[in-house]
């Protein structure tokens, strides 16, 4: 009989041991000017394109055109995705945060397989107060079939929670336009 408890306990570790396992975690990267690099500048237009570290062969491109910020995930393979923050979260003036939010699980070779990304996109939609910034987190889905942002969380005391649950069930949802 303890033998059988045992055994029984052991198995139930181990299944609760494999599920944590497969929770996605944040792993994230710098999309400071110091981590990034210029690729491409026009000083007349205001326009710039600068090269980010990412993660497990992504890496994220972010563009600034007239005051406004956005991101392009390049996948492994060399195909860009758009994200169009400019349109999608924000039309105001907008810079991004510090830094990217990568959603990840480990594959069974153990290697890092994002499935989502969240990024901190501060909004000045009031042009008459300078001062006045909204702070929004776009959540992007990371699928084979799709690479685009799915949700906006607005500020709130639970908005990193908000986005990284939006995150971890973004694979299901619709794209944002």
Not at 3 to 24: D, H, R
Not at 37 to 49: G, L
Not at 83 to 88: K, R, T
Not at 131 to 141: E, F, P
């Amino acid at each position: 009989m303890k033998k059988n408890i045992l055994a029984v306990a052991m198995l139930l570790l181990g299944l609760a041991l494999s599920a944590a396992a497969q929770s996605p975690e944040s792993v994230y990267t710098s999309l400071s000017s110091k981590a990034c690099k210029t690729v491409k500048a026009d000083q007349q237009s205001e326009f710039s394109v600068q090269s980010c570290p990412g993660i497990a062969g992504y890496k994220l491109l972010l563009a600034e055109d007239d005051l406004r910020q956005s991101i392009t995930v390049v996948a492994p393979n060399g195909k860009k995705h758009s994200l169009e923050y400019w349109s999608v979260v924000t039309s105001g003036f907008s810079t991004l945060g510090e830094k990217a939010e990568w959603r990840v699980t480990k594959g069974s070779d153990g290697k890092l397989v994002p499935i989502a990304l969240i990024v901190r996109v501060n909004a000045n939609e009031t042009p008459d107060d300078e001062k006045k910034v909204t702070s929004y987190l776009a959540v992007t889905k990371i699928t084979p079939q799709k690479i685009c942002v799915t949700d906006k969380i607005k500020p709130g005391a639970t908005q990193n929670e908000e986005a990284r649950r939006a995150a971890d069930a973004s694979a299901a949802k619709s794209c944002l336009e």
